[in-house]
């Protein structure tokens, strides 16, 4: 055999280590040099999803992450691609995602001399992830990559960077060197269970508690803890209160559930158990007045050094898995006897109860409203009646001001890992990239993205994506014609006097039209009527559909995410 033949490219190195530690899925876009490992990539048969963006194609491998327990995988070029792809590496890093970043570089040769698409990966990559390297040579990258893929879900999950010089990509090495042998995938991350010590104050607290409640975050959503905290719950059903991505942990349809009475819960609680969650600006740092001054959180987290944050205490936190820590707690509490916890009669104290039926009850006046132009809540009950007919689990994606935070309460969730907003850092133009990755994982679930127009402006060539794919995602616009809200279509007349707000955006703008453009089912809808034909549609042919909703353009108001800190006090 000729040394030719015996010669491996670097690109097929880079593929085969990828099918060696079992990846599905990769996202990004090619260009020179990564193009050459894309191709090898699909030759062995890993599904390349080519983006028009690189910032939603990390998007959407950070998304892919929390969806699987494993790294999201994004390919991109060097240079301009990695710029645009650390807005995924940021959003990776700041919601704990497990993500692993590749992108080809200059020749080895050509540093410091201008080389095409020159820049330091490695270093400006560092500050952002838990680990940046570049391989010494071909034959170190299967090592290189099986420690990035493992660095990214081993402990507190994030993203990793591994840099891919363009001549280690379209060299070569004989094919009986080390750099072709078989590396093993890493298997399940360590699980680490609790101090005996802290579980039981931790039991102690909660027995003692007046008016316990249980906080449960994407964490444990993430940890895929479900089935522990059920169980759990079964036994204490304690009062809880799901965040954004942590609904459906545990079902949204018990009558434990707090979300509609969320100021009262938060402001009554005494102890609280936080699952998985970080006492940031979503739960208001765990300060008065949203929460009782003298409250005791016990924080689970698998992170001792978020312990003790804020308002949280270091001394009653456990560090731990949450499977585990939650199985520690519930043993506990069942040798010592105990059964429900605080009032010790299943239900939600009297007091929240209260608030909970008067929020729920004026949720449904205002979704039974049919005006025309629409609003916010009729449009969400028309989608949500809808989608229930059919028998698929649904994946709900919301981004956006007013469309995501509306949403939150709009859709009741019973499964976990069902719900995909803006999580941590409110980032705007996750969501076509996140819809796709949804679909990626699971092509039997029903995907419907809801999108501000303004959100939806960010990633919009990305239905492209999504038709060339094939994978099927319902993306409502909900068109207000402005960035949280719109403004009177009079103002579009006499500009020159009287100049539009910076929130504004185009006035009705065609989304549907774009969405046709690529080959999507279009939905342009004004009342309720034409919603339900178009859901109902786009529900039973099975493609990619944009309706794009008119609705109300919307009054002047603080402009806030809905769970932004407030002095306002919570009314019981």
């Given at each position: 055999m000729?040394?030719?033949?015996?010669?491996?490219?670097g690109?097929?190195v880079?593929?085969?280590a990828?099918?060696?530690?079992?990846?599905?899925?990769?996202?990004?876009?090619?260009?020179?040099?990564?193009?050459?490992?894309?191709n090898?990539?699909?030759?062995r048969g890993?599904?390349?999803?080519?983006?028009r963006?690189e910032?939603?194609?990390?998007?959407?491998?950070?998304i892919y992450?929390?969806?699987?327990?494993?790294p999201?995988?994004?390919l991109?070029?060097?240079?301009?691609?990695?710029?645009?792809?650390?807005?995924?590496?940021?959003?990776?890093s700041?919601n704990?995602?497990?993500?692993?970043?590749?992108?080809?570089?200059?020749?080895?040769?050509?540093?410091?001399?201008?080389?095409?698409?020159?820049?330091?990966?490695?270093?400006?990559?560092?500050p952002?992830?838990?680990?940046?390297?570049?391989?010494?040579?071909?034959?170190?990258?299967?090592?290189?990559l099986?420690?990035?893929?493992?660095?990214?879900?081993f402990?507190?999950?994030?993203?990793?960077?591994?840099?891919?010089?363009?001549?280690?990509?379209?060299?070569?090495?004989?094919?009986?060197?080390?750099?072709?042998?078989?590396?093993?995938?890493?298997?399940?991350?360590?699980?680490a269970?609790?101090?005996?010590?802290?579980i039981?104050?931790?039991?102690?607290?909660l027995?003692?508690?007046?008016?316990?409640?249980?906080?449960?975050?994407?964490?444990?959503a993430?940890?895929?803890?479900?089935?522990?905290?059920?169980?759990?719950?079964?036994t204490?059903?304690?009062?809880?209160?799901?965040?954004?991505?942590?609904?459906?942990?545990?079902?949204?349809?018990?009558?434990?559930?707090?979300?509609?009475?969320?100021?009262?819960a938060?402001k009554?609680?005494?102890?609280?158990?936080?699952?998985?969650?970080?006492l940031?600006?979503?739960?208001h740092?765990g300060?008065?007045?949203?929460f009782?001054?003298?409250?005791?959180?016990?924080?689970?987290d698998v992170?001792?050094?978020?312990?003790?944050?804020?308002?949280?205490?270091?001394?009653?936190?456990?560090?731990?898995?949450?499977?585990l820590?939650?199985?520690?707690?519930?043993?506990?509490?069942?040798?010592?006897?105990?059964?429900?916890?605080?009032?010790?009669?299943g239900?939600?104290?009297?007091?929240?109860?209260a608030?909970?039926?008067?929020?729920?009850?004026?949720?449904?006046?205002?979704?039974?409203?049919?005006?025309?132009?629409?609003k916010?809540?009729?449009?969400?009950?028309?989608?949500?009646e809808?989608?229930?007919?059919?028998?698929r689990?649904?994946?709900?994606v919301?981004?956006?001001?007013?469309?995501?935070?509306?949403?939150?309460?709009?859709f009741?969730?019973?499964?976990p890992?069902?719900?995909?907003?803006?999580?941590?850092?409110?980032?705007?133009?996750?969501g076509?990239?996140?819809a796709?990755?949804?679909?990626?994982?699971?092509?039997?679930?029903?995907?419907?993205?809801?999108?501000?127009?303004s959100?939806?402006?960010f990633?919009?060539?990305?239905?492209?994506?999504?038709?060339?794919h094939?994978?099927p995602?319902?993306?409502?616009?909900?068109?207000n014609?402005?960035?949280?809200?719109?403004v009177?279509?009079?103002?579009?007349e006499?500009?020159e006097?009287n100049?539009?707000?910076?929130?504004?955006?185009?006035?009705?703008?065609k989304?549907?039209?774009?969405?046709?453009?690529?080959?999507?089912?279009?939905?342009?809808?004004r009342?309720?009527?034409q919603?339900?034909?178009?859901?109902?549609?786009?529900?039973?042919?099975?493609?990619?559909?944009?309706i794009?909703?008119?609705?109300?353009?919307g009054?002047?108001?603080?402009?806030?995410?809905?769970?932004?800190?407030?002095?306002?006090?919570a009314?019981?």
């Amino acid at each position: 055999m000729s040394d030719k033949q015996q010669q491996v490219s670097g690109s097929l190195v880079i593929a085969e280590a990828l099918v060696q530690l079992g990846i599905k899925h990769v996202f990004g876009i090619v260009g020179i040099p990564v193009i050459e490992v894309a191709n090898a990539l699909i030759a062995r048969g890993i599904k390349f999803i080519s983006f028009r963006n690189e910032q939603a194609a990390a998007y959407a491998a950070s998304i892919y992450g929390y969806l699987t327990g494993l790294p999201g995988v994004c390919l991109v070029v060097g240079g301009p691609g990695v710029l645009h792809a650390i807005a995924g590496v940021g959003n990776a890093s700041a919601n704990h995602l497990p993500f692993l970043l590749l992108a080809g570089s200059s020749e080895t040769h050509q540093v410091e001399k201008g080389a095409f698409q020159e820049l330091d990966q490695v270093a400006y990559l560092a500050p952002h992830t838990k680990l940046s390297v570049r391989p010494a040579s071909i034959e170190a990258i299967p090592t290189l990559l099986e420690k990035a893929y493992r660095t990214a879900y081993f402990g507190r999950p994030g993203p990793t960077y591994v840099d891919l010089p363009a001549d280690f990509i379209q060299g070569s090495v004989a094919a009986a060197t080390s750099a072709v042998r078989k590396i093993a995938p890493p298997g399940p991350a360590p699980r680490a269970a609790a101090d005996p010590a802290r579980i039981a104050q931790a039991v102690a607290l909660l027995r003692e508690a007046e008016s316990p409640l249980l906080i449960i975050g994407k964490g444990a959503a993430y940890a895929q803890a479900e089935g522990a905290i059920r169980s759990f719950q079964e036994t204490v059903q304690l009062p809880f209160l799901p965040t954004p991505m942590g609904k459906g942990v545990l079902p949204d349809d018990s009558p434990l559930n707090t979300s509609a009475a969320r100021s009262a819960a938060l402001k009554s609680a005494d102890v609280i158990l936080l699952l998985g969650a970080r006492l940031n600006w979503i739960l208001h740092y765990g300060e008065a007045p949203k929460f009782r001054p003298d409250v005791k959180i016990i924080q689970v987290d698998v992170a001792a050094e978020e312990l003790g944050n804020n308002a949280g205490s270091a001394p009653l936190g456990i560090v731990g898995d949450i499977n585990l820590v939650v199985a520690q707690l519930h043993d506990a509490l069942v040798q010592l006897g105990s059964g429900t916890l605080g009032n010790g009669s299943g239900k939600l104290p009297a007091a929240i109860e209260a608030v909970k039926e008067r929020n729920t009850q004026k949720a449904r006046v205002v979704e039974n409203n049919n005006v025309v132009p629409l609003k916010y809540q009729s449009v969400y009950r028309v989608i949500r009646e809808v989608l229930a007919r059919q028998p698929r689990k649904v994946v709900y994606v919301s981004e956006g001001a007013n469309t995501m935070d509306i949403s939150r309460s709009a859709f009741p969730l019973n499964e976990p890992r069902t719900r995909l907003d803006a999580g941590t850092n409110a980032t705007m133009g996750v969501g076509l990239g996140y819809a796709i990755a949804a679909k990626a994982v699971d092509p039997a679930s029903l995907v419907v993205a809801i999108e501000g127009d303004s959100a939806f402006g960010f990633s919009l060539a990305e239905v492209d994506t999504a038709v060339r794919h094939h994978l099927p995602i319902i993306f409502f616009v909900i068109n207000n014609s402005g960035v949280y809200h719109g403004v009177d279509p009079a103002r579009y007349e006499n500009q020159e006097q009287n100049p539009l707000p910076a929130t504004a955006l185009a006035l009705d703008t065609k989304y549907h039209l774009l969405g046709e453009s690529f080959g999507a089912l279009g939905y342009e809808v004004r009342d309720l009527q034409q919603l339900e034909a178009a859901v109902t549609d786009a529900v039973k042919k099975d493609q990619v559909a944009v309706i794009n909703v008119i609705i109300e353009s919307g009054k002047d108001k603080k402009l806030e995410f809905g769970w932004m800190a407030s002095t306002k006090k919570a009314k019981l």
